[in-house]
Antibody
Framework: QVQLVQSGGGVVQPGTSLRLSCATFGFSLSSYGIQWVRQAPGKGLEWVAV????????NYADFVKGRFTISRDNALNTLYLQMDSLRIEDTAVYYC????????????WGQGTLVTVSS | EIVMTQSPATLSVSPGERATLSCRAS??????LVWYQQKGGQPPRLLIY???TRATGIPARFSGSGSETEFTLTISSLQSEDSAVYYCQQYKDWPTFGQGTKLEIK
């Protein structure tokens, strides 16, 4: 049974850092790309970052480029999103999502973790 | 960036009736389009991929159609548990989502 279990959210002040984790179960993580998607309170879905199956390719939405870093540890079956220089507008529920195949859609999602950036 | 536009923003339909949700892309995405269902406090759930293929375990009352720039999600014989927000997303390019259609069951 495919599962993505997230952790690491919380309340932080602007300018600080937070690391989100996404532990995966029920599939071979090393075979799949993973993306992070966020959803601000009461708003729609917004793509944040992608990492390829072997970690060699990464890309970011412009609004997080230079501040967020996506990484993975296939041996631990876990993905990470390091978020630095957080801004109030980064407040959202963050989801990790498994890609069905390269450049494809998301077939399984984590439960989401809330990040609140507030002074 | 490919902009996805959904209509209507809100749809209210009686149980047993049909709901039709629309999604338009700002440029052709071929059939690289999915529909997700999201209920309060939950992650999105994949309903339809490749514009018209139902995901595993999705009831036959959900169907998708369209190609290029115009897409439709049809839910026939609505049930109370279909109350949710529905999003379309293209994966022809970097993923972009529509703003969602909130489906209310009268």
């Amino acid at each position: 049974q495919v599962q993505l279990v997230q952790s690491g959210g919380g309340v932080v002040q602007p300018g600080t850092s937070l690391r989100l984790s996404c532990a995966t179960f029920g599939f071979s993580l090393s075979s799949y790309g993973i993306q992070w998607v966020r959803q601000a309170p009461g708003k729609g879905l917004e793509w944040v970052a992608v990492i390829s199956s072997d970690g060699s390719y990464k890309n970011y939405a412009d609004f997080v480029k230079g501040r967020f870093t996506i990484s993975r540890d296939n041996a631990l079956n876990t993905l990470y999103l390091q978020m630095d220089s957080l801004r109030i507008e980064d407040t959202a529920v963050y989801y990790c999502a498994k890609m069905h195949s390269p450049g494809s859609y998301f077939d399984y999602w984590g439960q989401g973790t809330l990040v609140t950036v507030s002074s | 960036e490919i902009v996805m536009t959904q209509s209507p923003a809100t749809l209210s339909v009686s149980p047993g009736e049909r709901a039709t949700l629309s999604c338009r892309a700002s440029q052709s995405v071929s059939s690289s389009l999915v529909w997700y269902q999201q209920k309060g406090g939950q992650p999105p759930r994949l309903l339809i991929y490749a514009a018209s293929t139902r995901a595993t375990g999705i009831p036959a009352r959900f169907s998708g159609s369209g190609s290029e720039t115009e897409f439709t999600l049809t839910i026939s014989s609505l049930q109370s548990e279909d109350s949710a927000v529905y999003y379309c997303q293209q994966y022809k390019d970097w993923p972009t989502f529509g703003q969602g259609t909130k489906l209310e069951i009268k």
